[in-house]
């Protein structure tokens, strides 16, 4: 080989890591162009691979839209989208030019749509490793970003200026801008509010980050979203009012975004960026509003759902919308859209009519209501007039019942919901020839009588009006029929007790055994019960589980029905800030209960951990506590009174949510099964003193330790800690102590000089005083759940509270030390009353006891 052909071969090997460095480094030269549909060309990628910008193809194959998206994970998430998030076809184009930046064109080369106007020259465009596109002008000036032009996404390092805009999508598939926008506004505020889509007409918010503060520098000024994952709003005095989570995102290399999603809740995802663990799916860090279906309150618009339609918060925070009963989806392809009716309300026809009852029927919808459709109210009315009046008037579509109010609406409906704090019925018109969806759907549990009677009469003429010998055989079908029903439903009750208004699943001991692989995965053991990790076939896919082996239940055979009476009870309740009951297994010995699997553990590994978490999601924490007891005390069909709150029966879900644990079980256990040694039910500092002193035990007993688990989440610390590790003696018991802390008004010192807490001074020393009241050593002074919750949400005032116990515990006579095995109050009696080395002593054998 010759020497010249030699060199040049050197040359060209030189310069091959120089050219791959240039082909990856994120930099697009001015003339680079990409074409959709054309495979022999890549997207735009940055340098670490981490984001692509280009041509996305959707579902429809000839569909592409232009966009940025993660490049690596396996659902290559679009965060960014050109052109209003309309698709283009197979064949159109996009490049980069000089004078215009990003140029869109369609397969004949007409302009589609454009970057921004530009005053200098592009030099080149790059695809940051931060997810931004960006085109820069001679000297590295930035003349366009992708970052200063959202979407419906924001990704660390991104911020939003006032004035900024985020627009949800359409639908799940649909790019288009949709009805739900989150926005700065002028006067500081960040707000998620509906729109006209036709008009652009921003609707009331339905969220506010409430910093439109009467002090300038108070106002909201950005919203930030770091490299770390938080995101806050920065006020033009520089402070900062943090929105997600602070303390709780994940460690380890993830991605972060945060979405309005197309339904109208603006969520902070994370993403694992390697393959461990399930890398198809995000997962949820936070999100608002809590529930979008009864927080939209707007006086016009549609609401969380389409006119006519109705709203149900899931447990994962999200709308699910569907029609009522003789209404269809307007769009077969938006689930979240409107609903119409498959008749015509009609009051010529109706007139024809002697009366409208023999037009139209009623389905009767439990805690559902459309607050701003009204037209009528009558009161005071009964049930049957109510139902009565809508039937006979043509205009009423739905007649709403609370109380002995009724509420006359007609059409269209907005705001539909379906939620516990509607507490009324709904009685909704539908056309009698009309065919009626299926009476096994849950929304529609109750059925108007007067359509039973009409089948059964026309079943009676059927049968009248044939031969003897269809007549015969007919009825020969019938009983065999309500035979054949009734055998089914004697086998069924001896796997599935009580009535068929429960959705627990009876599972056998083999079928658990299966589910937790030969009981391994030990997830937790109490006094009475070990918990296992588990997967259990629910439908078509697996769902993972929580077994709760019950180990000392009481075995006689006059206890089994007790024990499926009291399970049966805890499947009945449903709340969004309880743990569900999925199921149950009651074979021979064998007593387990089948909960859902909550990934985020207890109270007690987040709160004493090593990471203190963020005061907003502290209070959040409590509010849920207060509003699942609420429910418990007050609003389910039979009361449960808990017996034994404590951190540790407090679990949080994917959302850092808290639902309450083994609620309802007291009546299950042995009475020798308390972590006490007498009759007692409950934990140790959490139990309030009626139960040592042998007093009725009423729901009072729960706000107590209640407000024990309160102080615990406002201080962040447990309610007995060492002097040595506190600091001090008189820190040791946290309800003495807090007291003292608010009589000195010294706060910064009870949370640790927390700066999100102490600027929210008010809902600290509100939550604080509520925490005091419901530890008064007199049950008639506690507040109850109701109340408590009324004060937590500073809908009621909150008094200032007494001393809990004035060192009432000194006391104690004879009987109640006799009650309290532990001496507890006696040792604490002692200890503050004696020298320093028999306090020494005392405090020791207490802290060893505790």
């Not at 015509?344 to 002697?354: G, I, M, P, Q, V």
């Not at 009945?572 to 985020?600: A, I, P, W």
């Not at 389910?636 to 609620?663: E, G």
Request: hydrophobic share 35%; charged share 20%.
């Amino acid at each position: 080989m010759s020497y010249p052909l030699l060199h040049t071969l050197f040359c060209f090997l030189l310069l091959l890591p120089f050219s791959t460095v240039a082909q990856t480094n994120g930099t697009v030269d001015v003339g680079a162009s990409i074409t959709a549909g054309d495979n022999s060309t890549t997207p735009w990628l940055s340098a670490s691979q981490d984001f692509a910008f280009g041509f996305k193809q959707l579902q429809d194959n000839n569909l592409f839209l232009l966009s940025i998206w993660y490049y690596k994970i396996p659902d290559q998430t679009i965060v960014w989208y050109a052109h209003e998030g309309v698709p283009v076809s197979a064949g159109s184009k996009v490049g980069i030019t000089a004078g215009k930046g990003l140029v869109l064109s369609d397969p004949q080369g007409r302009e589609l749509w454009s970057s921004a106007p530009v005053l200098n020259q592009v030099a080149y465009g790059s695809m940051s490793d931060k997810g931004s596109f960006v085109l820069v002008g001679g000297g590295s000036v930035k003349i366009w970003e992708s970052f200063k032009d959202p979407t419906d996404t924001l990704l660390p390092t991104q911020f939003m200026e006032s004035g900024g805009v985020l627009f949800s999508r359409q639908s799940e598939k649909n790019f288009s801008r949709g009805r739900f926008q989150l926005r700065l506004l002028d006067d500081g505020n960040l707000v998620l509010n509906t729109r006209d889509l036709g008009t652009d007409f921003a609707y009331d918010a339905y969220y506010k980050s409430n910093t439109d503060d009467v002090n300038v520098t108070n106002r909201g000024n950005q919203v930030i979203f770091n490299e770390t994952g938080y995101i806050f709003v920065l006020t033009r005095g520089n402070q900062t009012v943090v929105l997600g989570p602070t303390t709780v995102l994940p460690s380890g290399d993830h991605y972060y975004r945060a979405t309005l999603d197309f339904d109208g809740v603006f969520t902070l995802y994370y993403h694992p960026k390697t393959e461990n663990g399930n890398p198809k799916t995000w997962t949820v860090l936070w999100s608002e509003p809590d529930n979008i279906c009864v927080d939209i309150t707007a006086s016009e618009g549609r609401g969380a759902c389409g006119f006519n339609s109705i709203c149900t918060i899931d447990d994962y925070k999200r709308p699910n919308c569907s029609c009522p009963e003789g209404y269809l989806l307007l769009d077969p392809n938006d689930k979240n859209g409107d609903c119409k009716p498959n008749f015509t309300l009609s009051c010529e026809e109706d007139a024809n009519k002697s009366s409208n009852g023999d037009l139209y029927d009623l389905s009767v919808l439990i805690d559902t209501d459309w607050p701003l459709s009204d037209y009528e109210q009558l009161k005071p009315f009964s049930e049957e007039m109510c139902r009565n009046s809508c039937l006979q008037d043509c205009f009423c579509a739905v007649a709403i019942l609370r109380g002995d109010s009724c509420w006359k609406k007609k059409l269209p409906l907005s705001n539909g919901r379906k939620d516990s704090v509607v507490n009324g019925k709904a009685f909704m018109k539908f056309r009698t020839g009309d065919l009626p969806p299926s009476t096994n759907d849950p929304r529609f549990p109750l059925r108007d009588i007067k359509k039973n009677d009409r089948t059964l009469i026309l079943v009676g003429s059927v049968l009248l009006g044939s031969s003897l010998f269809i007549n015969v055989a007919l009825l020969g079908a019938f009983c065999l029929g309500f035979f054949l029903i009734c055998q089914k439903k004697i086998l069924n009750s001896r796997h599935r007790f009580g009535a068929v208004e429960t959705n627990l699943r009876c599972f056998s001991y083999e079928e658990l055994a299966e589910a937790t692989d030969g009981f391994k995965e030990e997830l937790g053991r109490g006094a009475f019960a070990i918990v296992y990790g588990g997967a259990v076939q629910m439908g078509n896919s697996r769902t993972s589980v929580a077994v709760k082996k019950l180990d000392r239940v009481v075995q006689e055979k006059e206890r089994e029905k007790e024990f499926r009476t009291e399970v049966h009870v805890i499947g009945q309740t449903h709340h969004k800030n309880l743990v569900r009951l999925v199921g149950f297994c009651d074979q021979g010995e064998h007593r387990m209960l089948v909960y859902e699997f909550m990934s985020n553990g207890t109270l007690a590994s987040f709160l004493f951990g090593e990471t203190k978490p963020s005061w907003n999601q502290r209070s959040e924490i409590a509010m849920g506590i207060a509003r699942g007891l609420l429910y418990l005390h007050e609003e389910c069909s039979t009361q449960i009174i808990h017996c034994d709150i404590k951190p540790q029966n407090i679990l949080l879900d994917d959302y850092y949510s808290a639902r309450i644990a083994d609620f309802g079980l007291a009546k299950l256990l042995m009475i020798n099964q308390s972590q006490t040694n007498t009759g007692i039910r409950g934990t140790r500092g959490y139990v309030a003193p009626e139960w040592f002193r042998n007093k009725p035990v009423t729901a009072k007993v729960d706000v107590y330790s209640f407000g024990v688990l309160l102080l615990e989440i406002i201080a962040c610390r447990k309610n007995v800690e060492a002097p040595s590790e506190i600091g001090g003696e008189e820190r040791a018991i946290l309800t003495d102590w807090v007291y003292d802390c608010f009589l000195k008004d010294e706060l910064h010192a009870l949370v640790e000089d927390d700066s999100e807490a102490l600027n929210d001074w008010r809902k600290l020393q509100r939550f604080l005083m509520v925490g005091i009241w419901c530890i008064q050593e007199d049950p008639s002074q506690r507040p109850t759940m109701r109340k408590v919750t009324q004060m937590l949400e500073g809908v009621v005032e909150v008094p200032v509270p007494p001393s809990h116990s004035q060192f009432s515990f000194c006391r104690l006579s004879v009987t109640d030390i006799f009650y309290d095995c532990s001496a507890l109050y006696l040792c604490l009696c002692l200890y503050r009353a004696f020298s320093e080395n028999f306090k020494k002593t005392l405090g020791l054998l207490l802290l060893l006891h505790v």
